[in-house]
């Protein structure tokens, strides 16, 4: 990653205004295996900029989650065209680096003339021509709030629920630390403009299919802390994915099971992927550990509090790196 003073600068909400004033055609993509702030994130601002008389395609290269479908709008995500699409505009959005957003839908993009990077991951190298990057912020979906309002852009129905799922999905339904007085001010105004909140809580948080229950007694049965028990780790092998026949989607938001243990400090979930390659998802609840650090050892990033890598396996091999380097980090902090 560049140094800091050597990245680009922040552009401001006009700036970004004038780029969707002055284009017709847009298409928006979020990062692979997406979750609820990347597909709120598009919906909200896709939705915003076709109630303005815009062309827009929403795609990622994985689809639409299935934990995800109730969304209204949801339908608009696609997955990326064989053929690049004849737009002017791309926009990624939540996306912290731009391979993220995957080979196919990169070259979807591929004739894009000018590139919008909204997101709030620390790690972001701003790599669009225009980039929002705003890490304070608990989620994406609470920037294009502000930018959507800040621009009097159109604030459709479809686009003031997506925000509120995007946000409320990244900040652990308001809980994390993150969460400000913004966030909740921004939530109030969601609701005066019609958010059922009761609703989409339930299809949120309520709505889980028997699969990921079944998974999360696999998961739990792989659980290990460290000596010392600041440390809790589980691991999701591909035999169980294959037996349980679960979707990414499936074990979303489970690391807080972990991460909630009295003592623990910090929470790892390893996963074995298809292409042989292991993903570390991880959580820490003291901000003197921080784990964007540990995951830009290995190539990942993220947030200080939350943090994921893909990283070659075996994972045999794998973990005991990523556990070596956490317990680095943890005497540094003194712990």
């Not at 290269?61 to 109730?70: H, K, T």
């Not at 059922?196 to 802390?225: C, F, Q, W």
């Not at 035999?239 to 910090?266: M, N, Y």
Request: charged share 25%; glycine share 8%; with cysteine.
């Amino acid at each position: 990653m560049s140094e800091s003073h050597n990245l680009p600068q922040n552009a401001t909400f006009e700036q970004i205004g004038e780029v969707l004033r002055n284009h017709q055609s847009f298409v928006l993509i979020s990062h692979v295996r997406p979750d609820g702030d990347a597909i709120g994130s598009q919906i909200a601002l896709g939705y915003s900029l076709l109630a303005a008389g815009k062309s827009v395609r929403l795609i990622n290269e994985d689809g639409l989650p299935d934990n995800l479908a109730f969304m209204a709008g949801a339908e608009k995500i696609e997955r990326p065209p064989a053929e690049p699409l004849e737009v002017e505009v791309a926009i990624a959005l939540d996306t912290a680096a731009k391979p993220r957003m995957g080979d196919r839908a990169l070259h979807a993009a591929s004739k894009a003339k000018i590139w919008l990077n909204i997101d709030h991951h620390l790690s972001n190298p701003k790599y669009g021509d225009l980039n929002l990057i705003d890490s304070t912020s608990p989620a994406t979906g609470q920037i294009l709030y502000q930018l959507i309002t800040a621009l009097d852009l159109p604030f459709p129905a479809e686009t003031r629920d997506a925000i509120y799922v995007a946000v409320s999905t990244d900040t652990g339904s308001f809980q994390y630390s993150q969460t400000t007085a913004a966030t909740y001010e921004m939530a109030a105004d969601l609701l005066r403009r019609g958010v059922d909140v009761g609703t989409l809580n339930s299809k949120i948080y309520d709505n889980h299919p028997y699969r990921r229950v079944e998974l999360m007694r696999a998961l739990l049965n792989t659980l290990e802390r460290s000596p010392d028990g600041l440390v809790a780790h589980w691991d999701l092998r591909d035999k169980t994915r294959l037996d349980l026949a679960l979707l990414p989607e499936d074990s979303e938001g489970l690391i807080d099971i972990i991460r909630a243990i009295r003592g623990v400090q910090l929470a790892v979930f390893f996963e074995e992927l298809v292409d042989g390659k292991i993903r570390v998802s991880m959580r820490s609840k003291d901000r003197r550990v921080d784990v964007c650090k540990i995951a830009l050892e290995f190539g990942g990033g993220g947030h200080a509090l939350a943090a994921g890598i893909r990283m070659k396996g075996p994972l045999e091999e794998a973990k005991p790196l990523v556990l070596a380097a956490i317990r680095r980090h943890i005497e540094a902090a003194g712990l």
